[in-house]
């Protein structure tokens, strides 16, 4: 009772009021710190936020919000209607927003666990898979994050390209957003070393190797990069903190330079239609209606957050996408297919074009007899001169990145209608093409031979990942003891006597022989059999070799031995596979 007396004498009480008027305080009470806290906002009007219904209060309390608080006043009070077309911006930056935030909270818990030493990075990657709560999930997400972003970050602009917003007042603001487009490339690639498994080790070997072909700073430059001559400790280190300090204070930074000046100087740009084009006062009036930020689009962005998330989590619950790992990075082991990320395939298809190589073709089947007409043999050699890895690796991607960046001041042309603009539309669908065929050249598989024995027995088990030799069941190569040899007739099936269930728990499922050994056999002799009649494997000799090693594990050797087609020699490639009964499927 003494306490609450305390309490009444403290709110200026002798006695206890009266019920409603105990009930209204409490109300004002809570009432004036829900407008505290939401910078203007009573419970009122929020609750007619919620219902659509108009303001409660003049002036209208939802743009005091804007003015007053410290992380909305980034914000207009409203938008022309014609701007929040979604087909004009698709929310596109919206997006790449949204994934930014999104990869710094998946970020921070998964930097929370993370080890960056050579000798724990891998370990504390599987520990946080395996034993921290959400761990795989969080890591997965944050990974899908990265690669969205950047997708994201390049249709965005891609679509300020298509719908000329980069003009006019817009220009530095594109400017930022090349900028950030560099930012955010660069922040997937150096977290692409921090899982430490051949993947990645490998990848960023081959990145980072660019720089030493520079000229008297190259070799310095890539030292600093990776800390040493080779990736170690230093080169870990270094990447750790430029993906977790100092990139993501930049991207934080240009992303805020850029936010503030699409919302507070020259907001959304509208539809070059409407922008441009002569219209009717009525729809011209309707165009530039204002569309409140608050209720109107703060609602849908909200709608927007919960769906980018919820599709996260769809992909990842049905596998269709999941954060690679591959076997602990071995710096003496070079595996036959590395590649970098996807966003940077155009890098490596242009470092496979030999521009030496190619004013050679050209130039010498002119230039030969013409000079021979006067007596003079001449073969142009400009490999020595032009360095193909210095010139397309950091000649031509800088340049084409600052063209980029200055395009807003290389065109002229004022219209932003695409009828207007048939030349940079032109140009920009071509650039499209351009980079998905340098894309395509940057594939392992292209531009790049692999002697057929080898590449048939790596496709059938890759050194990193499954492929189809290591998905066979362990009770078909349990009961499938033998040689296989290509070329004889073993019927439809290796081993048509076995029977077996697949799966304990579902006793009503048979198999009936072996079919995927026989399926991964048959795979085998047919593309030997084609590099056989290419020329590429003349004398061809091939079997697979199933044998038991040792209780619970299985030895599958596939063995090619063929003449070499230009000495004749003769030459032998196999290699082993240890399958244990306990393996599961989809890691080894």
Known sequence: MTFINNILKRLNYTQLPPRGEWKAFIFKLIDERVRIITAGLNLRELRAIMRGDPPTEKPNPRYKVITTSFVAHLRPRYYPQAATWFTHTFRLGFFVTFFFVVEVITGIVLMAYYVPYPDQAY????????????????????????????????????RTYFTGSYKGPRSFTWLTGVILLAITAWLSFTGYLLPWDQLSYWAVTVGTSITESGPIVGPTLNLVMRGAPDIGAGGLLRFYLQHVILFPLLAILFISIHYYKVSREHSISLPAVVEELELPPDKKKEYNRRIDLIPDLLSHEIFLIALGTFVMLVILYFRLFHSPLETHANPQNTPLDTKAPWYFWWLQGILKIDPANILENLLNPILQPLLGLFGIEFTLELSKLLDSKFIMGLIVPPVLVVILAFLPYIDKNPSRLSSKRPFAIAWGISWIFIMLALSYMGLPEYGIETPAATRVIQDLAPEEGEGPLREIPYAELEHAHGVYTVGEDYGRDLCPGLAYQPDHDKPDEVVIGCPHLTAVFNQFSERLRVAEEDGRLPDLVARIVVEQFQPGMVRVTPQVEWSDPETGEAKAYEHTYFLHENRVLGSH
């Open 123 to 158: 370990g504390s990657v599987l520990a946080i898979e395996s034993n921290v709560f959400f761990g795989e999930l969080m890591r997965d997400i944050h990974r899908l994050g990265a690669e969205a972003m950047v997708a994201f970050s390049w249709l965005h602009l891609l």
